[in-house]
């Protein structure tokens, strides 16, 4: 142990003891004990960032809670940090007002991109800030052989990650029937973690019976993809932990509030895995999930430990998720449990936030071109043409994704061909000229474009369910391998829009009449931006109010929900880069067939 390391732990004590005064004093307020649930009134005294006592104590400073309830501070347990569409540094400003004091990012989605040095990426520009963030190392980078990605981490790849001690494990195998049938390099994977002693997380939706035995003797001790109580028992039952999630784009807490009971909830913790701007700002981050859960009748007491002391044990992140004797002083202060509205925010012992006011200095991450050129540049694809999203084949029936309002899952949709509409677009560009057009009994095009290594790729199929009547959308945020996805009613705007992308090194757009009606860049990988969340949002609202006039429906979020119709790995429908895949069979399938 260093010297400065024995100082500060003799001044802890000194502190604890009372012998010495501590740093902070916070009085007169209640806090929640983690350990058994209940509310105590008494002081909690802090010195050099820990806990040193809970009593009467006095501090060089002190601080009147008035009564106010003193909890640990949140930890969201799973993440896509770069889903956000902003940089870590607007991130941590984002959620710190939310009483977020850490969270385990899985940055799968720019080492989709970037590889290896996405990966670096990201640890260093995480690296000062004043929430703790944590990492899952990517496991499937492609996410299935059908993919085609901007880069490939075998297990060799991986393993020299692990020397970061933020660094926590492999993140979700989302490949579960490849996990299950011994896949050679995930079981290489696999043994890289446990030779590093480090978790193994699960993605594993409906796995059961003797698979699910299998996937969890293979060493995965965790699922957040449970859809039903029912599903979250049966892997709970058999040792895993289970990620309650409530994001953005999939929404699992209303299925899994019997979770939330004394006889599961020690094995439970909260997640959110996606999560934009918009829903931060106005509803919330780890605290959404608590305050929604208590509506439905749950314990506050529960549901506080399930966002702090479960993950933060799962995790192994010792001294943390709770107040107590000699751990960090992560808190947040509220005025009660029911409505859980964050008033104050403490990390390591100091206020950061105050009535939703940062209060610190919240460092900005250098762009650096010259070490991360694939982060910063990273389309390499040539300019799309409308004859680029003519579908090749003939045939009597179409197979058509059916999007799911609320749901990853997809259904496939079986109807007569009729193709001649789309031919006709693409030789003259002719649109509708106002919403609500029948288009085909609401079927669209929709279309994935290989961006990262110049393939000329181009995968084209149907869906419906999206919505939308005239006009395209496009995006480079397209799960998990990132390429540039768009989907519409004709092939002219189809270009357009995903030209717009390409132009901004990434981000969303719209068009219109062969015109671009609105975008928004997201340079970084062409995921993120580094602009503040309020920007970011003010921006999406503009562009989900023009895809709602364009068609797309209330209960389908236009973005988020192009970004799954490329997800390979979820099923039952999607498009790549190399056209429709069957998910549950991992087959490439005829858009058009007899």
Known sequence: MSLEKSDELKELIAAARGTEKADLVLKNGKFLNIFTGELEEKDVAIRNGYIA??????????????????????????????????????????????????????PHEIANVAGAEGLSYMLESTEELPIEIFFMLPSCVPATPLDEAGAELNAASLNSFYANQRVLGLAELMNSYGTVCCDTEIISKILGAQDHDRLIDGHAPGLTGQSLNAYIAAGVESDHECSTAE????????????????????????????????????????????????????????????????????????????????????????????IAPGYRADLIVVSNLEEFQIEKVFKKGILAVDNGEICIEVPTFEKKEEKYPRVHHSFHCPELKASDFV????????????????????????????????????????????????????????????????????????????????????????????????????????????????????????????????????????????????????????????????????????????????????????VSTRGLVDVDTQTIVPAVFD
């Open 391 to 574: 579908m090749e084949g003939k045939g009597s029936k179409k197979r058509v994704i059916e999007v799911l309002p609320g749901e990853l899952l997809t259904r496939e949709v079986i109807v007569p061909a009729n193709l001649e509409r789309w031919k006709e677009q693409a030789d003259n560009g002719h649109l509708p000229s106002a919403p609500g057009v029948e288009l085909d009994k609401d079927i669209i095009k929709v279309a994935v474009i290989e961006r990262h290594k110049q393939t000329g790729h181009v995968g084209v199929g149907f869906a419906t369910g999206y919505g939308i009547q005239y006009g395209a959308i496009a995006s480079s945020v397209a799960h998990d391998s990132h390429n540039l996805i768009v989907a519409g009613t004709n092939d002219t705007d189809m270009a357009v829009a995903a030209n717009a992308v390409r132009e901004n090194e990434g981000g969303l757009a719209i068009a219109v009449d062969g015109k671009v009606l609105s975008s928004l860049a997201l340079p970084i990988g062409g995921l993120m931006c580094n602009r503040e969340a309020s920007y970011v949002e003010d921006k999406l609202e503009e562009m989900k109010s023009q895809a709602r006039l364009l068609g797309v429906p209330e209960g389908i979020d236009p973005f988020m929900t192009l970004a799954f119709v490329a997800l390979p790995v979820i099923p039952k429908l999607r």
């Open 231 to 322: 599903e979250a028992i049966e892997k709970l039952k058999r040792g895993q932990w289970i990620m309650i999630r409530e994001g953005t784009a999939a929404k699992n807490l209303k299925a899994l509030l019997p979770l939330f009971d004394d006889e599961y909830c020690n094995r439970c913790m909260l997640v959110t895995d996606d999560k934009h701007p918009g829903e931060l700002i106005r509803h919330g981050h780890i605290d959404h999930i608590i305050r929604e859960a208590v509506k439905a009748g749950k314990k506050p007491a529960n549901a506080i430990k399930m966002a702090s002391f479960n993950t933060a044990t799962y995790f192994g992140l010792k001294k943390r998720g709770a």
């Open 53 to 106: 006592g809970i009593g009467s104590y006095e501090g060089n400073e002190e601080i009147d809670l008035e009564g106010k309830i003193l909890c640990p501070g949140l930890i969201d347990g799973h993440i896509h940090l770069e889903s956000s569409m902003l940089s870590p540094t607007e991130f941590a400003k984002a959620v710190l007002p939310h009483g977020t004091t850490a969270l385990v990012t899985d």
